[in-house]
């Protein structure tokens, strides 16, 4: 239905045969855990923390040359931020693929794909009329708004 190899992941105990048979990559950490967006929050609490610190600095100081030094510690903080909460957010299950992990644990296989919104339906009709009793899920994004911060 058009979508490429590089759009479709698989999780599951027993992934290689899809793999090895289908081309259908392993779902990555990207996919599976909440490093993305750790590392978007990560981002943006310490480049605040460091403009913050920076001011305090400047202030302390009372320097004119010092605004380099509130921009330098926002970037530091950025850059610390991103590291830090990308460490956490790969041990941290995505909220979306963490519902499936008694159906994995069971033997089943979670397949992701990347589908264009406006083709959604399209592909939930094939999927329907090949698997009717396959469970299609999807991320809205009223979901992802709910479980901001709690690995979505």
Known sequence: MGLSKDELHVMGK????L???EGVPRAT??????VVNASRRGAIAGGILGIVLGLIIHFI????????MVLGMGVFG????????TMVGVSVRDIKV???DKA???GEMLLMADVPAEHEEDFRRAIRHHHPDVVIDRVRPQDEQAH???GH
């Open 98 to 100: 963490a519902k499936f």
């Open 61 to 68: 100081l009372d320097g004119t040359r010092m605004v380099w």
């Open 148 to 150: 901001k911060g709690k």
């Open 78 to 85: 950025a850059l610390f931020g991103v590291w830090t909460s």
């Open 29 to 34: 950490l990207i996919q599976t855990s909440d």
């Open 19 to 21: 793999e090895k048979e």
């Open 104 to 106: 994995i644990k069971r």
């Open 14 to 17: 027993d992934w290689r045969p």
